[in-house]
C-alpha cells in the first residue's frame, strides 16, 4: 500500500501546485484548470497574494499570476506528484501579444464577430488592413466567424453555415452548423471548414457540402475564433475579461504556444503571412497582432 500526501498541504494548495513550474497563469485558465469557479479562485490568489505566496505580473485583463522566485523551489519539490500535470505546460510557450495597429470602431458595427470580412449580426463587412477602411458590406445573417475558400465566404448565422457569393452576395447554399448555435469561429483549409464551439472547447472539421463532422480536436480552453496558418493551429479565447491567443496541437489539442491578449478575443484570422487580426467584441474594434517569429507584414 503506498499512501500519497496532497502535494502541497494547506489552504489553496491546489491553486499552489498548478504554479509550482515558476509558469504564470491567468485566474481564469486556473479557474479551468481546478474546475472551480472564477471567483473561487480569485479568492484564494488574494489571500495567497497577502500572504506572499504567489504575485501578480501585468494589470487588469493582461494580469498573470505565478509563483515568487522565493518560494518557487519549496512549493516545486512538494508538487512533484503532480509532475504529469504540468507536462503540457512545460512545453508551451507564452508570451505577450505584440499589437502592431488597431482598427475602428466601425459605423454600424456594435459588435466584431471575425475578421477581416467581419460579421456584425446582420452584414458581413470586408476591412482594407492598408487603410483600415470598409471596402464591401453584404446583408446576411452573421452571428459568429467568417471563412473564404477563395471563391466563397462562409458565414455563420446562428445554427447554420451559409455559403456567400462575395460578388453578388447571394446565399448559394446552406449547412447545419456543427454546435447547433454554439458555434464561435470559422476557417478553411484543407479543403474543409474548421468550426469552433465555444463553450464545448472544440474544434470541428466539417465537410462544406453536407455539414457532415469529419472529425473534432478537443481544446482546453474555450473556442472564439480558428485559423490555420502554415499548417499550425490557432484558436481564440475569451474568459472573463482575458483573452489570448493558442496554437495547439492539432492531433492531442494540447497547447504548444500562448500569446496573451489585453482583452478578450471574439474573432481570429491569418493573414496567411506575419499577422493576426483579432475581433474585439463590443468594443467594435480589431486589433492586428504580430504571429510568432514574423515580422507582421
Excluded at 509550482?20 to 490568489?45: K, N, Y
Excluded at 485559423?227 to 499550425?232: R, S
Excluded at 497582432?289 to 514574423?294: A, D, F, L
Aim: hydrophobic share 35%.
Amino acid at each position: 500500500v503506498v499512501v500519497l500526501a496532497p502535494p502541497v498541504e494547506e489552504e489553496h494548495g491546489a491553486v499552489l501546485a498548478f504554479l509550482a513550474d515558476g509558469e504564470s497563469w491567468s485566474s481564469s485558465a486556473l479557474a479551468i484548470a481546478l474546475g472551480a469557479s472564477p471567483r473561487t479562485v480569485q479568492r484564494a490568489l488574494e489571500a495567497l497574494s497577502a500572504d506572499n505566496k504567489v504575485q501578480a505580473v501585468g494589470r487588469g485583463r493582461a494580469r498573470r499570476w505565478m509563483t515568487p522566485p522565493s518560494c518557487y523551489s519549496r512549493v516545486r519539490c512538494r508538487a512533484t506528484s503532480l509532475r504529469p500535470l504540468f507536462e503540457w505546460r512545460s512545453k508551451m510557450k507564452r508570451a505577450a501579444a505584440e499589437i502592431l495597429r488597431e482598427y475602428g470602431p466601425f459605423p454600424d458595427a456594435e459588435r466584431i464577430n471575425g475578421v477581416t470580412w467581419f460579421a456584425t449580426g446582420d452584414k458581413l463587412k470586408a476591412l482594407d488592413p492598408e487603410s483600415g477602411a470598409i471596402v464591401q458590406s453584404i446583408d446576411v445573417a452573421s452571428h459568429a466567424g467568417t471563412a473564404f475558400d477563395g471563391e466563397h465566404l462562409y458565414q455563420i448565422g446562428e445554427d447554420r453555415i451559409h455559403k456567400v457569393d462575395p460578388k453578388t452576395g447571394k446565399v448559394v447554399a446552406t449547412i447545419p452548423a456543427p454546435g447547433n448555435g454554439g458555434d464561435s469561429g470559422l476557417a478553411w483549409a484543407e479543403g474543409s471548414l474548421w468550426v469552433g464551439e465555444y463553450r464545448a472547447h472544440k474544434i470541428h472539421q466539417i465537410d462544406p457540402e453536407t455539414g457532415k463532422v469529419i472529425r473534432t480536436i478537443e481544446s482546453k480552453r474555450v473556442v472564439t475564433g480558428v485559423t490555420w496558418v502554415d499548417g499550425e493551429l490557432w484558436h481564440a479565447t475569451w474568459e472573463g475579461e482575458e483573452g489570448d491567443l493558442l496554437r495547439i496541437d492539432p492531433e492531442t489539442g494540447d497547447v504548444l504556444q500562448e500569446l496573451a491578449m489585453p482583452s478578450g478575443v471574439s474573432g481570429l484570422e491569418s493573414d496567411g503571412r506575419g499577422c493576426f487580426f483579432c475581433g474585439g467584441g463590443s468594443s467594435g474594434k480589431i486589433k492586428a497582432v504580430r504571429r510568432p517569429g514574423h515580422d507582421g507584414k
